[in-house]
């Protein structure tokens, strides 16, 4: 079969498919993007390309305006004041213009708009790319095609936003774009633009939208990050052979799912946080009736106090800079090692006898992540190995299993729990706790001495973050 053929009967694309397709017959993934388009459409590839530069025209103007005599309310005049020799941001003059260009395209913004994609804020990135490309004496075939690229995946999380929320546009949808741009820069193939997508995407899931919306400054680093992270997945793609085996369409149908969550949940919390510092214009202020003005002003000073509180207690926690870090974690994560590993060390030291069998129960995060979690449990309970013990780390489970011990792991639903039973041929021992990561956790109840327990956390260098028992 052609690859219009097959294009045909799998329309419409995914961005795996689109994928699948390029590395199938060997072509770029632009050239699936724009088969598609034309078999959509029904119209010539010279038609499709005039109609994907026309997309930008009114964006490629707020540019310049942002880059000249554009104000933002939000961003100031940050594109004008960029330009210049001694103003650049990084380093690497494209990457710096393609940064630059998508501050300058969001103070264009607002002033004169930008024709959203996903949301106005991916358009920002996209403008820039396409425009630096130009400037930096890219053929307007390809800018013409880079811009199908953009499209097509903007496209994808356009239908998937659904609320607030710029983990689906400025920066979700920025980032991705920004990936597979610079892959395609690079000269990466199509699996590797999949690749970095997938990596670009990750740190995006969830991010609210709403602290930017109104909050001066904080629109450039979500946007401006979009760009910054693209780049450091495309190279990570190419240049290194780190395991990404989450396919695309699976990392984007995630981000999607987790959108309206995220609007529902973290949004309400983040604008309680913020809403005392938005941007207000006076003359719609006076069309708000006084005594609603007065009741929001009590509530953003009672935020603040509260906020201040908070902080403050942060600092009573918080350990002198000379005794801040905690001792190494083997196995990649404080959170999903270190803390059960400490949590079966407890364990060990309270128990008596020799060892029948271990008892795992975790909260549903932890149990997903029992292929780093487990050798550390393991370790720390039957040998109390310490969390920087890297040799008993690789030879736990193959040693508990010599030497007879049974081990049973289970999944519990209750938030955050790490409950670690021994079993012996004396005196058996359990240290039900919450994860609170590295050596911090919550010790909620220990058996056959809570006391003692907090004993062998104090001398073991355990920090016991609450009392709940």
Same mark, same amino acid.
């Given at each position: 079969?052609?690859? +219009?053929? !097959?294009?045909?009967?799998?329309?419409?694309?995914?961005?795996?498919? *689109?994928?699948?397709?390029?590395?199938?017959?060997?072509?770029?993934?632009?050239?699936?993007?724009?088969?598609?388009?034309?078999?959509? =459409?029904?119209?010539?590839?010279?038609?499709?390309?005039?109609?994907?530069?026309?997309?930008?025209?009114?964006?490629?103007?707020?540019?310049?305006?942002? !880059?000249?005599?554009?104000?933002?309310?939000?961003?100031?005049?940050?594109?004008?004041?960029?330009?210049?020799?001694?103003?650049?941001?990084?380093?690497?003059?494209?990457?710096?213009?393609? !940064?630059?260009?998508?501050?300058?395209?969001?103070?264009?913004?607002?002033?004169?708009?930008?024709?959203?994609?996903?949301?106005?804020?991916?358009?920002?990135?996209?403008?820039?790319?396409? @425009?630096?490309?130009?400037?930096?004496?890219? =053929?307007?075939?390809? $800018?013409?095609?880079?811009?199908? !690229?953009?499209?097509?995946? %903007?496209?994808?999380?356009?239908?998937?936003? /659904?609320?607030?929320?710029?983990?689906?546009?400025?920066?979700?949808? %920025?980032?991705?774009?920004?990936?597979?741009?610079?892959?395609?820069?690079?000269?990466?193939?199509?699996?590797?633009?999949?690749?970095?997508?997938?990596?670009?995407?990750?740190?995006?899931?969830?991010?609210?939208?709403?602290? @930017?919306?109104?909050?001066?400054?904080?629109?450039? /680093?979500?946007?401006?990050?979009?760009?910054?992270?693209?780049?450091?997945?495309?190279?990570?793609?190419?240049? /290194?052979?780190?395991? $990404?085996?989450?396919?695309?369409?699976?990392?984007?149908?995630?981000?999607? =799912?987790?959108?309206?969550?995220?609007?529902?949940?973290?949004?309400?919390? *983040?604008?309680?946080?913020?809403?005392?510092?938005?941007?207000?214009?006076?003359?719609?202020?006076?069309?708000?009736?006084?005594?609603?003005?007065?009741? &929001?002003? +009590?509530?953003?000073?009672?935020?603040?106090?509260?906020?201040? +509180?908070?902080? +403050?207690?942060l600092a009573r926690q918080a350990r002198p800079i000379t005794d801040t870090l905690g001792e190494a974690v083997v196995g990649g994560s404080s959170q999903a090692v270190g803390s059960p590993t400490n949590a079966a060390r407890i364990a060990h030291y309270l128990k008596k006898g020799e060892i029948k069998k271990v008892i795992i129960e975790l909260y549903p995060e932890l149990f997903a992540r029992r292929g780093i979690n487990v050798p550390g449990i393991l370790m720390g309970a039957v040998f109390?190995?310490?969390?920087?013990?890297?040799?008993?780390?690789?030879?736990?489970?193959?040693?508990?299993?010599?030497?007879?011990?049974?081990? &049973?792991?289970?999944?519990?639903? &209750?938030?955050?729990?790490?409950?670690?039973?021994?079993?012996?041929?004396?005196?058996?021992?359990? $240290?039900? =706790?919450?994860? @609170?990561?590295?050596?911090?956790?919550?010790?909620?109840?220990?058996?056959?001495?809570?006391?003692?327990?907090?004993?062998?956390?104090?001398?073991?260098?355990? *920090?016991?973050?609450?009392?709940?028992?």
């Amino acid at each position: 079969m052609t690859l +219009k053929s !097959l294009v045909k009967d799998k329309m419409p694309l995914t961005l795996g498919e *689109v994928v699948d397709l390029a590395e199938q017959f060997s072509v770029g993934v632009t050239e699936v993007i724009l088969t598609e388009v034309e078999i959509q =459409s029904g119209k010539a590839r010279s038609d499709v390309r005039e109609e994907i530069d026309e997309q930008f025209k009114h964006n490629y103007e707020a540019l310049d305006i942002g !880059l000249s005599s554009g104000e933002s309310i939000l961003l100031g005049k940050a594109g004008k004041e960029l330009q210049g020799a001694g103003r650049e941001l990084i380093a690497d003059s494209f990457l710096n213009r393609v !940064l630059v260009y998508t501050l300058a395209a969001q103070v264009g913004n607002h002033s004169i708009g930008l024709r959203p994609c996903a949301g106005t804020g991916d358009s920002c990135p996209y403008t820039a790319m396409l @425009r630096a490309m130009l400037e930096e004496g890219y =053929s307007q075939e390809k $800018v013409t095609e880079m811009g199908a !690229l953009l499209l097509k995946i %903007g496209s994808m999380f356009r239908a998937g936003k /659904t609320t607030t929320g710029c983990n689906m546009e400025g920066f979700g949808a %920025g980032a991705a774009a920004m990936a597979a741009a610079f892959t395609e820069l690079k000269g990466g193939t199509p699996r590797q633009m999949e690749q970095a997508m997938v990596l670009a995407i990750s740190p995006s899931i969830g991010n609210p939208c709403t602290p @930017r919306v109104m909050v001066p400054g904080l629109c450039a /680093t979500h946007i401006g990050g979009a760009v910054l992270i693209g780049n450091l997945a495309a190279g990570l793609a190419i240049q /290194t052979s780190i395991e $990404v085996n989450v396919p695309i369409d699976v990392m984007l149908a995630m981000a999607a =799912s987790v959108h309206p969550i995220s609007a529902k949940a973290l949004v309400p919390e *983040v604008s309680r946080y913020m809403e005392p510092f938005f941007k207000r214009k006076n003359a719609v202020e006076e069309l708000i009736e006084q005594d609603v003005r007065d009741k &929001e002003n +009590k509530q953003k000073k009672e935020t603040i106090i509260e906020a201040e +509180k908070a902080a +403050k207690e942060l600092a009573r926690q918080a350990r002198p800079i000379t005794d801040t870090l905690g001792e190494a974690v083997v196995g990649g994560s404080s959170q999903a090692v270190g803390s059960p590993t400490n949590a079966a060390r407890i364990a060990h030291y309270l128990k008596k006898g020799e060892i029948k069998k271990v008892i795992i129960e975790l909260y549903p995060e932890l149990f997903a992540r029992r292929g780093i979690n487990v050798p550390g449990i393991l370790m720390g309970a039957v040998f109390g190995s310490s969390t920087s013990d890297y040799r008993s780390y690789d030879q736990a489970v193959e040693k508990v299993r010599n030497l007879g011990i049974e081990v &049973e792991i289970k999944e519990t639903q &209750e938030h955050q729990v790490q409950r670690i039973t021994i079993e012996t041929d004396q005196v058996s021992s359990q $240290v039900d =706790s919450l994860n @609170r990561g590295g050596g911090r956790l919550v010790l909620r109840n220990a058996i056959p001495d809570y006391d003692q327990a907090v004993k062998i956390a104090e001398d073991l260098g355990l *920090v016991l973050a609450e009392d709940k028992r």
